[in-house]
Protein backbone atom coordinates (compact mmCIF):
# COMPACT_ATOMS: atom_id res chain seq x y z
CA UNK A 1 0.00 0.00 0.00
CA UNK A 2 2.66 2.61 1.17
CA UNK A 3 4.68 1.59 -2.79
CA UNK A 4 1.22 1.99 -4.30
CA UNK A 5 0.68 5.37 -2.48
CA UNK A 6 4.26 6.20 -3.13
CA UNK A 7 3.66 5.90 -6.74
CA UNK A 8 0.46 8.10 -7.48
CA UNK A 9 2.32 10.57 -5.49
CA UNK A 10 4.76 10.74 -8.00
CA UNK A 11 2.81 10.62 -10.74
CA UNK A 12 0.33 13.41 -9.83
CA UNK A 13 3.65 15.73 -9.17
CA UNK A 14 5.06 14.91 -12.39
CA UNK A 15 2.29 15.48 -14.52
CA UNK A 16 1.47 18.73 -12.82
CA UNK A 17 5.30 19.90 -13.34
CA UNK A 18 4.96 18.99 -17.00
CA UNK A 19 1.30 20.23 -17.61
CA UNK A 20 0.11 17.03 -18.52
CA UNK A 21 -3.82 16.57 -19.26
CA UNK A 22 -5.41 18.03 -16.37
CA UNK A 23 -8.76 17.84 -17.42
CA UNK A 24 -10.96 14.67 -16.81
CA UNK A 25 -11.07 11.49 -19.80
CA UNK A 26 -13.65 9.42 -20.22
CA UNK A 27 -13.48 6.27 -22.70
CA UNK A 28 -16.97 6.79 -23.32
CA UNK A 29 -16.65 10.25 -24.64
CA UNK A 30 -19.02 9.81 -27.25
CA UNK A 31 -21.92 9.55 -25.60
CA UNK A 32 -20.65 12.49 -23.23
CA UNK A 33 -19.85 15.01 -25.67
CA UNK A 34 -21.31 18.03 -23.48
CA UNK A 35 -18.53 17.81 -21.06
CA UNK A 36 -16.43 18.62 -23.60
CA UNK A 37 -18.35 20.45 -26.16
CA UNK A 38 -21.25 23.33 -25.45
CA UNK A 39 -22.16 22.93 -29.11
CA UNK A 40 -23.49 19.66 -28.20
CA UNK A 41 -26.26 21.02 -26.08
CA UNK A 42 -29.81 20.52 -27.56
CA UNK A 43 -28.56 18.90 -30.47
CA UNK A 44 -30.41 15.32 -29.99
CA UNK A 45 -33.94 17.45 -30.17
CA UNK A 46 -35.14 15.79 -27.23
CA UNK A 47 -34.67 16.28 -23.15
CA UNK A 48 -31.77 14.06 -22.42
CA UNK A 49 -29.87 13.64 -18.86
CA UNK A 50 -27.05 11.57 -18.13
CA UNK A 51 -25.28 10.26 -15.12
CA UNK A 52 -21.59 8.51 -15.77
CA UNK A 53 -19.12 6.96 -12.57
CA UNK A 54 -15.20 6.38 -14.27
CA UNK A 55 -12.84 4.71 -11.24
CA UNK A 56 -9.52 4.71 -12.61
CA UNK A 57 -6.30 2.40 -11.97
CA UNK A 58 -8.02 0.18 -9.63
CA UNK A 59 -5.87 -0.71 -7.13
CA UNK A 60 -3.79 2.55 -6.97
CA UNK A 61 -4.37 4.09 -3.63
CA UNK A 62 -5.39 8.14 -4.87
CA UNK A 63 -6.56 7.24 -8.14
CA UNK A 64 -8.69 9.30 -9.77
CA UNK A 65 -12.43 9.27 -9.66
CA UNK A 66 -14.70 11.05 -11.86
CA UNK A 67 -18.91 11.88 -11.38
CA UNK A 68 -20.69 13.64 -13.84
CA UNK A 69 -24.07 14.27 -14.40
CA UNK A 70 -25.94 16.71 -16.80
CA UNK A 71 -29.01 17.52 -18.69
CA UNK A 72 -29.64 19.28 -21.67
CA UNK A 73 -32.65 19.82 -24.33
CA UNK A 74 -33.54 22.28 -27.03
CA UNK A 75 -35.65 25.28 -25.13
CA UNK A 76 -36.46 27.23 -28.71
CA UNK A 77 -36.20 27.25 -32.44
CA UNK A 78 -32.46 26.76 -32.58
CA UNK A 79 -31.60 27.37 -28.85
CA UNK A 80 -30.34 24.37 -26.80
CA UNK A 81 -29.47 24.44 -23.19
CA UNK A 82 -27.26 22.39 -20.75
CA UNK A 83 -26.13 22.16 -17.40
CA UNK A 84 -23.25 19.41 -16.15
CA UNK A 85 -22.09 19.21 -12.70
CA UNK A 86 -18.56 16.91 -11.92
CA UNK A 87 -16.86 15.96 -9.42
CA UNK A 88 -13.19 14.94 -9.68
CA UNK A 89 -11.10 12.96 -6.99
CA UNK A 90 -7.15 12.50 -7.29
CA UNK A 91 -5.70 11.75 -4.63
CA UNK A 92 -5.91 14.74 -1.43
CA UNK A 93 -7.79 16.67 -4.03
CA UNK A 94 -11.51 16.83 -4.30
CA UNK A 95 -12.49 19.17 -7.31
CA UNK A 96 -15.91 20.16 -8.02
CA UNK A 97 -17.44 21.90 -11.16
CA UNK A 98 -20.89 23.16 -12.34
CA UNK A 99 -21.15 24.10 -16.05
CA UNK A 100 -24.34 25.75 -18.14
CA UNK A 101 -23.97 25.01 -21.71
CA UNK A 102 -25.59 27.52 -24.17
CA UNK A 103 -25.93 26.61 -28.35
CA UNK A 104 -27.24 28.55 -31.51
CA UNK A 105 -27.84 26.24 -34.62
CA UNK A 106 -28.19 27.37 -37.71
CA UNK A 107 -28.83 24.61 -41.29
CA UNK A 108 -25.81 25.45 -43.90
CA UNK A 109 -27.42 22.30 -46.05
CA UNK A 110 -30.74 20.21 -45.88
CA UNK A 111 -28.66 17.60 -44.26
CA UNK A 112 -25.88 19.40 -41.72
CA UNK A 113 -26.38 22.03 -38.87
CA UNK A 114 -24.05 24.07 -37.43
CA UNK A 115 -23.84 24.53 -33.75
CA UNK A 116 -22.11 27.40 -31.63
CA UNK A 117 -21.62 26.98 -28.08
CA UNK A 118 -20.78 28.83 -25.36
CA UNK A 119 -19.68 27.05 -21.97
CA UNK A 120 -20.06 28.72 -18.80
CA UNK A 121 -18.37 27.36 -15.58
CA UNK A 122 -17.71 27.64 -11.90
CA UNK A 123 -14.79 25.51 -10.10
CA UNK A 124 -13.92 24.48 -6.62
CA UNK A 125 -11.00 23.06 -5.76
CA UNK A 126 -9.99 21.03 -1.73
CA UNK A 127 -6.92 19.87 -0.89
CA UNK A 128 -5.99 18.01 1.96
CA UNK A 129 -2.53 17.88 2.39
CA UNK A 130 -2.92 15.50 5.49
CA UNK A 131 -3.93 12.60 3.36
CA UNK A 132 -0.50 12.77 2.53
CA UNK A 133 2.53 10.66 3.85
CA UNK A 134 4.73 13.57 4.97
CA UNK A 135 8.33 12.75 5.56
CA UNK A 136 9.06 15.97 6.69
CA UNK A 137 6.02 17.10 9.47
CA UNK A 138 7.34 20.37 9.58
CA UNK A 139 7.61 21.50 6.30
CA UNK A 140 5.21 24.22 5.94
CA UNK A 141 3.90 23.56 2.44
CA UNK A 142 1.83 21.25 3.85
CA UNK A 143 0.17 23.34 6.99
CA UNK A 144 -2.83 25.22 5.00
CA UNK A 145 -5.24 22.83 3.22
CA UNK A 146 -6.67 24.27 -0.11
CA UNK A 147 -10.22 24.55 0.78
CA UNK A 148 -13.16 25.52 -1.87
CA UNK A 149 -10.69 27.65 -3.56
CA UNK A 150 -12.98 29.00 -6.22
CA UNK A 151 -12.12 30.18 -10.15
CA UNK A 152 -14.59 30.46 -12.92
CA UNK A 153 -14.00 30.06 -16.54
CA UNK A 154 -15.72 30.07 -20.04
CA UNK A 155 -14.93 28.03 -22.93
CA UNK A 156 -16.15 27.80 -26.29
CA UNK A 157 -17.00 24.74 -29.18
CA UNK A 158 -18.33 24.16 -33.09
CA UNK A 159 -20.35 21.19 -33.60
CA UNK A 160 -21.16 20.06 -37.28
CA UNK A 161 -23.83 17.58 -37.87
CA UNK A 162 -25.95 14.87 -39.66
CA UNK A 163 -27.95 12.08 -38.70
CA UNK A 164 -24.47 10.12 -40.19
CA UNK A 165 -21.89 12.32 -39.22
CA UNK A 166 -19.97 14.80 -37.18
CA UNK A 167 -17.12 17.18 -36.56
CA UNK A 168 -16.78 19.19 -33.63
CA UNK A 169 -13.89 21.32 -32.13
CA UNK A 170 -13.80 23.05 -28.52
CA UNK A 171 -11.83 24.33 -25.82
CA UNK A 172 -14.35 23.64 -22.70
CA UNK A 173 -11.87 26.26 -20.55
CA UNK A 174 -10.08 29.13 -22.43
CA UNK A 175 -8.84 30.82 -19.24
CA UNK A 176 -5.71 30.18 -17.68
CA UNK A 177 -6.69 29.79 -13.95
CA UNK A 178 -4.16 29.76 -11.08
CA UNK A 179 -5.43 28.02 -7.84
CA UNK A 180 -2.79 29.67 -5.31
CA UNK A 181 -3.05 29.97 -0.59
CA UNK A 182 -0.66 32.10 1.12
CA UNK A 183 0.87 31.15 3.69
CA UNK A 184 0.17 33.91 6.34
CA UNK A 185 3.43 34.00 8.36
CA UNK A 186 5.74 34.86 5.22
CA UNK A 187 3.04 36.18 3.09
CA UNK A 188 4.47 33.86 -0.04
CA UNK A 189 2.66 31.43 -2.23
CA UNK A 190 2.76 28.27 -0.69
CA UNK A 191 1.57 26.15 -3.43
CA UNK A 192 0.33 26.74 -7.01
CA UNK A 193 -1.48 25.19 -9.83
CA UNK A 194 -2.04 26.64 -13.07
CA UNK A 195 -4.85 24.51 -15.32
CA UNK A 196 -3.69 25.16 -19.05
CA UNK A 197 -6.36 25.40 -21.84
CA UNK A 198 -7.11 21.99 -23.37
CA UNK A 199 -8.28 21.95 -26.62
CA UNK A 200 -10.39 19.28 -28.40
CA UNK A 201 -11.33 17.82 -31.83
CA UNK A 202 -13.41 15.56 -32.56
CA UNK A 203 -15.01 13.28 -35.81
CA UNK A 204 -17.02 10.35 -36.30
CA UNK A 205 -19.79 8.65 -39.01
CA UNK A 206 -22.10 5.88 -38.87
CA UNK A 207 -21.79 3.34 -41.70
CA UNK A 208 -25.14 0.82 -42.76
CA UNK A 209 -23.63 -2.62 -42.55
CA UNK A 210 -27.08 -4.05 -43.42
CA UNK A 211 -30.22 -3.42 -42.37
CA UNK A 212 -29.82 -4.35 -38.38
CA UNK A 213 -26.38 -3.43 -38.18
CA UNK A 214 -24.45 -0.05 -38.08
CA UNK A 215 -21.10 0.37 -37.48
CA UNK A 216 -19.17 3.88 -36.04
CA UNK A 217 -15.98 5.00 -36.09
CA UNK A 218 -14.76 7.94 -34.02
CA UNK A 219 -12.07 9.77 -32.85
CA UNK A 220 -11.13 12.44 -30.17
CA UNK A 221 -7.83 14.27 -30.58
CA UNK A 222 -6.74 16.03 -27.15
CA UNK A 223 -4.24 19.27 -27.41
CA UNK A 224 -3.12 20.84 -24.06
CA UNK A 225 0.58 22.73 -24.46
CA UNK A 226 3.38 21.11 -22.62
CA UNK A 227 1.84 17.92 -22.78
CA UNK A 228 2.02 14.71 -25.27
CA UNK A 229 -0.41 14.78 -28.17
CA UNK A 230 -3.41 12.57 -27.00
CA UNK A 231 -5.66 10.08 -29.32
CA UNK A 232 -8.80 8.04 -28.97
CA UNK A 233 -10.13 6.27 -31.78
CA UNK A 234 -12.67 4.15 -31.14
CA UNK A 235 -15.51 1.52 -33.05
CA UNK A 236 -19.00 0.88 -32.02
CA UNK A 237 -21.15 -1.58 -33.95
CA UNK A 238 -24.81 -1.29 -32.84
CA UNK A 239 -27.15 -4.36 -33.95
CA UNK A 240 -30.94 -3.86 -34.20
CA UNK A 241 -30.70 -0.17 -33.00
CA UNK A 242 -30.65 -2.14 -29.60
CA UNK A 243 -27.64 -3.62 -28.49
CA UNK A 244 -23.57 -2.22 -29.30
CA UNK A 245 -20.22 -3.67 -28.97
CA UNK A 246 -17.02 -1.44 -29.09
CA UNK A 247 -13.40 -1.43 -28.98
CA UNK A 248 -10.88 1.68 -28.22
CA UNK A 249 -7.62 2.22 -28.11
CA UNK A 250 -5.99 5.84 -26.15
CA UNK A 251 -2.37 6.32 -27.62
CA UNK A 252 0.18 5.42 -25.80
CA UNK A 253 -2.26 4.58 -22.78
CA UNK A 254 -5.09 2.35 -22.46
CA UNK A 255 -7.20 -0.01 -24.63
CA UNK A 256 -10.67 -0.31 -23.98
CA UNK A 257 -13.65 -2.79 -24.49
CA UNK A 258 -17.33 -1.12 -24.45
CA UNK A 259 -20.57 -2.37 -24.36
CA UNK A 260 -24.44 -0.45 -24.55
CA UNK A 261 -27.83 -1.30 -24.04
CA UNK A 262 -31.00 0.15 -25.52
CA UNK A 263 -33.65 -0.82 -22.75
CA UNK A 264 -36.21 1.43 -23.77
CA UNK A 265 -37.08 4.15 -25.95
CA UNK A 266 -36.01 6.48 -23.54
CA UNK A 267 -33.47 4.32 -21.09
CA UNK A 268 -29.67 3.64 -22.31
CA UNK A 269 -26.83 1.99 -20.07
CA UNK A 270 -23.09 1.40 -21.06
CA UNK A 271 -20.21 0.17 -19.75
CA UNK A 272 -16.73 0.44 -20.68
CA UNK A 273 -13.40 -1.51 -19.36
CA UNK A 274 -9.61 0.02 -19.61
CA UNK A 275 -6.37 -1.78 -19.82
CA UNK A 276 -3.29 0.07 -19.12
CA UNK A 277 -1.23 -0.27 -22.12
CA UNK A 278 1.88 1.27 -19.95
CA UNK A 279 3.94 0.37 -16.66
CA UNK A 280 0.51 1.30 -14.74
CA UNK A 281 -0.43 -2.02 -15.64
CA UNK A 282 2.12 -3.66 -12.98
CA UNK A 283 0.24 -1.61 -9.94
CA UNK A 284 -3.69 -1.42 -11.17
CA UNK A 285 -6.90 -3.59 -12.53
CA UNK A 286 -7.52 -1.50 -14.79
CA UNK A 287 -10.32 1.22 -15.43
CA UNK A 288 -14.50 0.78 -14.99
CA UNK A 289 -16.70 3.48 -16.54
CA UNK A 290 -20.64 3.11 -16.57
CA UNK A 291 -23.30 5.26 -17.67
CA UNK A 292 -27.12 5.74 -17.73
CA UNK A 293 -28.76 7.92 -20.21
CA UNK A 294 -32.49 9.05 -19.97
CA UNK A 295 -34.21 10.74 -22.75
CA UNK A 296 -38.11 12.20 -23.23
CA UNK A 297 -39.56 11.67 -26.70
CA UNK A 298 -39.25 14.46 -29.36
CA UNK A 299 -41.92 16.78 -30.96
CA UNK A 300 -42.96 14.01 -33.07
CA UNK A 301 -44.02 12.06 -29.84
CA UNK A 302 -41.74 8.70 -30.52
CA UNK A 303 -38.29 7.56 -31.59
CA UNK A 304 -38.44 5.85 -35.21
CA UNK A 305 -34.40 5.59 -35.34
CA UNK A 306 -32.25 6.56 -32.32
CA UNK A 307 -29.07 8.69 -32.83
CA UNK A 308 -26.01 7.01 -33.18
CA UNK A 309 -23.82 9.58 -31.19
Not at 210 to 226: A, E
Given at each position: MIRNSLIILVLILVSSANYAQQDSQFTQYMYNTININPAYAGSRDMLSIFAMHRTQWVGLDGAPVTNVASISSPVGKNVGLGVSIMNDKIGPSDENNIAVDFSYTISPSDNYKLSFGIKASANLLNIDFTKLNQYNSGDYIFETNIDNKFTPNIGVGIFYYSDKTYFGFSAPNLLETTHFDKYNNIGSNSRIAKEKIHYYMMAGHVFDL?????????????????APWQLDISGNVLFNEKFSLGLAYRLSAAASAMVGFQVSDSWFIGYAYDMATTDLAEYSYGTHEIFLRFELFNKIGKITSPRFF
Open positions: SSNIKFKPSVLSKIVTG
